[in-house]
């Protein structure tokens, strides 16, 4: 069916547009990405020039596991407009070698988000048209819309389409065999290994559909050449849909895995915008109805943090939720999950979301940790992090401090118990704590326990192994929410106090008095690390600090004069052994710089919190705050970015789209919102 409606409104804040100026520089344009998603998993991206440069990109990358199995099914749709007997082709292609073919992007007169939907406007001397890309939420089908509302006579579009089906990690290349397809009436099926179940339906309004079965080898990945990996595939053009565009008209081009192609439907945008309304609804409910209007970026974080949330079955098969860490190639991971959720969810209004996801880790805790992460196809978690189950409790203390919610910590109360018993006793990789001194320590050689996990083989990059400065500054705050948590419970404290109280004592051994700021780790196997990183901002950012305020107020003046950027705060001071400045090249080489001086954005909030917490200067802060609206139009349109590179212009690199940084950046603005409206400023 033919929606007639006009569908060029917006119901969430305009973005940053980009014109001719970028969308018709190819270099600018490839470089700039966009990015919708289904919260089961499932996603689509690709380049605001339309051309794919990453082995990541498509139009239906499906979760055929919920929120894993990433499968590519439509790498591309490549449009031509005909009217009269012009034709103009609206796709983008580069192929290995250099040649573009086609060009479409020299026609994109202007690229916008309208909510979390990408927009693209063509126009040429003779016509307009307009495309928007979404997809329905909790099912692997993604939308395209083509609206003629600007010529008065009708256009003919056809749309050729490149098709795949491999894991999301990997590369296609031509084969003699090729997948049957069938053609009927207004849908393409193309059939998968997996069975119906995990058939490509791609379905276009009024159209008529021809196969075809061909080929096309040879589709250059420039951002995989920039990574040392594979830089070309080839993908299956399965064949053509075609369709009469009338004047005024809107027609769907639909996209599903499944045994039935799924429709077209005119109410499935006025859905999303819905859903994003009313996220900006729950966040303004949250700050409160009279709070002063907020930037504009940071409502378009508040849409994109609903990007990382999804759903996930607890083991009794009762719907649960998760955090993709990252897009594109990032899974479910504990870690990210959890420092990931106070701005995600509990700043965003969404408690509802916080406490799901709470209970579904809960459910996979052992011996006394969460996982690390959930691998890609559906395997047994893997458990190897000291951090992300002392992260957990502290997203169970945001989340009771947000909702006063005892049922929930009651029910927690148990997990949070065998947590501590269990890293008292001893856990996995030699995670316990030290009796001489109350500290956790953690580590053995070939694993990789902490944020700072990069590992290429056999050669952990840092290793950290000992007595890392934030782990036993979360398992001091952890420590003291658990005698806050009995108290409230009306449960014995007296255990946890008495932990407590060593830790603490412990704690002070991290003052590195020469150095005038803490140590890194202590009791490695090279004795202490005095290295210049910003874990230290945890000892200033969480709760039961330990450390004197005058010895914090240094750490976080220390951490800003040698590790803070525009991004965030680089994980290794300029100068220290190691330091590297620039991010890039192959695996090695980039795992090798990931946490030798990096820029990560997530840092952002402790540091925005600890600084706060010890000095109180909103004005300050404001201004290190400022310059984070930029990022969501560097490469991420209207998102934030994993990492940037340590030297300036901290150009960004990794993940284009990355839970915990669009966290903590909205987090870290909330708190001195919270705090300049405290203060009457």
Not at 362 to 383: L, S, V, W
Request: one cysteine or more.
């Amino acid at each position: 069916m033919t929606a007639a409606s006009d569908d060029r409104g917006a119901t969430a804040p305009s973005s940053e547009r980009l014109g001719r100026d970028i969308c018709a520089d190819l270099e600018a344009a490839e470089r700039r990405e966009w990015l919708v998603t289904n919260g089961a998993g499932a996603y689509a991206s690709g380049t605001v020039a339309g051309l794919p440069t990453r082995g990541y990109h498509g139009l239906l990358v499906a979760a055929l596991q919920p929120p894993v199995g990433r499968t590519l099914e439509l790498a591309a749709a490549l449009e031509t407009v005909a009217l009269d007997e012009e034709s103009v082709e609206l796709g983008t292609v580069r192929w290995r070698g250099g040649a573009i073919a086609p060009a479409g992007y020299a026609f994109v007169e202007e690229f916008r988000l309208d909510g979390t939907v990408p927009v693209w406007r063509y126009a040429t001397p003779r016509f307009t048209l307009e495309k928007r890309i979404w997809m329905d939420q909790g099912a692997n089908v993604t939308r395209i819309a083509y609206a003629n509302h600007w010529s008065d006579a009708p256009l003919t579009l056809s749309v050729k389409l490149l098709t795949d089906h491999r894991d999301y990690h990997g590369r296609t290349f031509a084969s003699g065999a090729t997948p049957a397809i069938a053609a009927a009436g207004d849908t393409l099926s193309i059939e998968a290994p997996g069975g119906p179940a995990a058939t490509l339906h791609v379905r276009l309004d009024g159209g008529r559909a021809e196969a075809a079965g061909v080929w096309y080898r040879g589709v250059d990945l420039a951002r995989e050449r920039d990574r040392g990996l594979t830089d070309a595939e080839d993908h299956l053009f399965a064949g053509t849909l075609t369709t009469e565009l009338a004047p005024g008209a809107t027609v769907q081009l639909v996209a599903s895995v499944g045994e039935a192609a799924a429709a077209p439907d005119a109410g499935a945008l006025d859905r999303r915008r819905r859903r994003d309304a009313d996220l900006l609804s729950a966040w303004t409910a949250a700050r409160g109805e009279a709070a002063p209007a907020a930037p504009d970026w940071v409502a378009r974080l508040v849409l994109a943090a609903d990007q990382f949330v999804v759903e996930r079955r607890r083991p009794d098969g009762t719907p649960g939720r998760s955090v993709i860490a990252g897009y594109h190639w990032f899974s479910d991971w504990g870690r990210d999950t959890m420092i990931s959720l106070p701005g995600l969810a509990i700043e965003t209004g969404r408690l509802d979301v916080a406490r799901s996801i709470l209970l579904s880790f809960a459910d996979a805790i052992d011996g006394g940790m969460i996982p690390n992460r959930f691998p890609d196809q559906g395997e047994p978690p893997e458990f190897n992090t000291v951090d992300a189950t002392f992260w957990f409790i502290e997203a169970i203390r945001a989340y009771y401090a947000a909702s006063g919610d005892t049922n929930t910590l009651a029910t927690l109360f148990a997990a949070l118990d065998d947590i501590i018993a269990h890293h008292v006793a001893g856990t996995r990789y030699g995670i316990g704590v030290d009796p001489r001194d109350g500290l956790v320590r953690a580590g053995e050689p070939g694993v990789q326990l902490t944020w700072m996990d990069a590992k290429v083989g056999d050669w952990v990059v840092t290793p950290r192994i000992g007595k890392p400065v934030e782990v036993n500054a979360l398992w001091c705050s952890g420590l003291a929410f658990m005698v806050e948590a009995a108290g409230a419970l009306g449960k014995p404290a007296d255990r946890y106090r008495d932990l407590l109280e060593r830790a603490s004592t412990g704690f002070r051994r991290f003052w590195n008095p020469e150095r005038g700021h803490c140590f890194d780790v202590l009791d490695g196997p090279h004795g202490h690390d005095p290295a210049l990183r910003p874990n230290q901002v945890m000892a200033a950012s969480l709760p039961g600090r330990a450390l004197p305020d005058e010895q914090l107020r240094a750490v976080v003046r220390t951490c800003e004069r040698a590790l803070s950027t525009p991004a965030g705060l680089r994980s290794l001071a300029p100068g220290e052994p190691g330091y590297t400045p620039h991010y890039g090249g192959d695996q090695r080489s980039r795992d090798g710089a990931y946490h030798q001086g990096t820029v990560w954005g997530w840092l952002i909030g402790p540091f925005v919190e600890a600084h706060l917490a010890l000095f109180g200067d909103i004005a300050h802060l404001e201004r290190i705050l400022r310059p984070l609206g930029d990022q969501l139009r560097i490469e991420g349109v209207g998102t934030v970015g994993e990492i940037f590179e340590a030297a300036p212009p901290h150009a960004p690199r990794g993940c284009i789209a990355q839970a915990w940084s669009v966290a903590e950046y909205l987090r870290a603005w909330s708190l001195v919102d919270r705090a300049k409206r405290a203060a009457g400023t």
